[in-house]
């Protein structure tokens, strides 16, 4: 990342905690001086068990009393020089934050580089009434390069922020919107009125249980809990598969497996509000689609229309049953991981269309157009990529495991052969004017439609079994999302010429016309 231009050699100590500012920030100014509170809170949050393991274990109480005082000290007094030695500004060009005591940290991110403005507070922050901003490049091929983030200022300015950072084109003119001259009084930034496209229903509470996302949970808690068991030289899970090798029931695990599906079903519906409460999808005035959502930790996350590539419905096995799907947006600046790029949360299948239809501006959703089959080959392809490991799996454990193990996996087979004919009837494409729409996978089976203005390369791929098949797999390259969106075990003839038409002339200096070469050939002889 570039670096900003050299400070003043002296910066005035009494640095404005909360500015009041204009456009541009051309002054340094520090994060709000809560964040000397907010920052203890959340990272005390974090360090509650270890805290709690200092109190209660140990050779005596003066030692547990002297360790837990010394880490919380530690932690004050690291907010303490985070704040201290934090400073940032706006300029005509940049946003500039400089950072750290021992190591010094400058960075710079160009304005018309931002691509997002994603404000998240969690409880810490809500109860002083700040947030976190984070500015996105959508430079993410390096972890930790993708932007800055300004961690607190007040809601207020957070959204002052938002608004200004997203601008389309800066004006510093003299009274113009947002701007102001020497020795003027402030002026705001004018937020006007958004335009709702979406937001949370009560009756989508019943796509939760659907999502998997107690179970999910259990297994993000009871990974976090083994960790500190093994630091305290416990070793739960070890202790508990050996006994379970050594005792085979099928009734226990039957019973375990009940109660686990059980609490995962208890535990989805509150996880789904503490994720999507007060969800909300805007188009906002400015040109940006706006998301925000949560209870305990709200976030809010805004995009430019004009980066926008298309939409993914998202639609997991089990919420696919319940008619139900996510949409999630195919945009530069945001990856293809997490939920930055979160449209739409578990849902009815007609509100994910409906939303697409609305984001991408259209009448009809370019996903419920009617797909075009891929061969047979491909199903013959899918139940022995889905079937053959069990069958694998089976034979090793008949062999060299215990008796009791192998009809484990046998009982898993016909599962496995429904999931690979039902990955078959999911693989399909089409393409229309503005959009090429792909389709793929079971578990969680994603319809993509992509602008074709988009597509900026083709990654062609053909196994030694594909070749045999007369099979390929086509990947439309693209700066947005993903990177890459594949159209499945498609037939040869068809790919190419799918590629072809989707982008004129891209692809064809390097295709070969047979007929022209039949016809050179038949001359020849």
Request: net charge neutral.
């Amino acid at each position: 990342m570039s670096t900003p231009p050299e400070m003043p050699t002296e910066v005035p100590s009494g640095l404005p905690a909360a500015p009041e500012f204009t456009e541009p920030l051309a002054e340094w100014h520090r994060l709000h001086v809560r964040m000397l509170v907010v920052r203890p809170l959340n990272e005390g949050i974090a360090m509650l068990v270890p805290i709690l393991v200092l109190l209660f274990t140990g050779n005596g109480e003066k030692w547990r009393l002297f360790a837990s005082g010394v880490t919380v000290a530690v932690i004050l007094a690291f907010s303490y020089f985070i704040w201290r030695t934090t400073k940032y500004r706006i300029t005509d060009d940049q946003v500039e934050l400089h950072t750290g005591l021992l190591t010094r940290k400058q960075l710079a991110v160009p304005r018309d580089r931002i691509r997002t403005v994603d404000l998240t507070s969690k409880p810490g922050h809500r109860v002083f009434g700040l947030s976190a901003v984070r500015i996105g490049t959508g430079q993410q091929d390096t972890p930790g390069t993708d932007g800055l983030t300004l961690d607190a200022v007040t809601q207020e300015e957070a959204e002052r922020l938002r608004v200004l950072l997203l601008q389309k084109a800066v004006t510093h003119k003299a009274g113009a919107p947002g701007t102001a001259s020497p020795g003027e009084p402030h002026a705001e930034v004018a937020v006007p009125e958004s335009e709702v496209i979406s937001q949370l229903d009560l009756k989508w509470l019943k796509f939760a249980p659907l999502s998997l996302s107690g179970l999910v949970a259990i297994g993000a808690v009871f990974g976090v809990l083994s960790n500190y068991a093994d630091d305290l030289g416990l070793h739960p899970v070890q202790d508990l598969w050996e006994w379970l090798f050594e005792h085979p029931s099928f009734t226990l695990l039957g019973a375990f497996v009940i109660a686990l599906v059980v609490l995962g079903l208890v535990l989805s519906v509150p996880l789904y509000i503490l994720q999507f409460w007060n969800y909300r999808l805007t188009r906002e005035p400015d040109g940006t689609l706006r998301v925000q959502r949560g209870l305990l930790t709200t976030r809010s996350v805004s995009v430019e229309e004009q980066r926008l590539r298309g939409v993914d419905i998202q639609e997991p096995l089990l919420v696919r049953a319940g008619r139900g799907a996510k949409a999630v947006a195919v945009t530069t600046g945001l990856g293809s991981k997490g939920e930055s790029n979160l449209l739409l949360p578990p849902a009815p299948l007609s509100v994910a269309h409906q939303v697409s239809r609305d984001v991408l501006k259209v009448e009809d959703d370019p996903t419920t157009r009617k797909l075009r089959k891929h061969p047979f080959a491909a199903l013959r392809r899918s139940l022995i990529r889905h079937v053959v490991p069990w069958v694998v799996i089976t034979v090793g454990l008949a062999i060299w495991a215990p008796s009791w193990a192998w009809p484990i996996p046998v009982a898993i087979i016909p599962f496995a052969a429904l999931v690979g004919w039902d990955n078959y009837r999911s693989l399909g494409h089409a393409l229309d004017d503005r959009y090429l729409v792909t389709r793929n996978n079971s578990l969680v089976r994603s319809t993509v439609a992509l602008q074709r203005t988009g597509i900026i390369g083709w990654r062609i791929r053909r196994s030694f079994f594909q070749r045999r098949s007369g099979l390929m797999t086509i990947g439309a390259t693209t700066a947005a999302g993903a990177g890459v969106y594949h159209v499945t075990d498609v037939g040869e003839s068809d790919g190419l010429a799918l590629a072809d038409a989707a982008v004129p002339d891209l692809l064809r200096p390097f295709l070969i016309d047979t007929s022209t070469v039949e016809g050179q050939a038949e001359r020849n002889v």
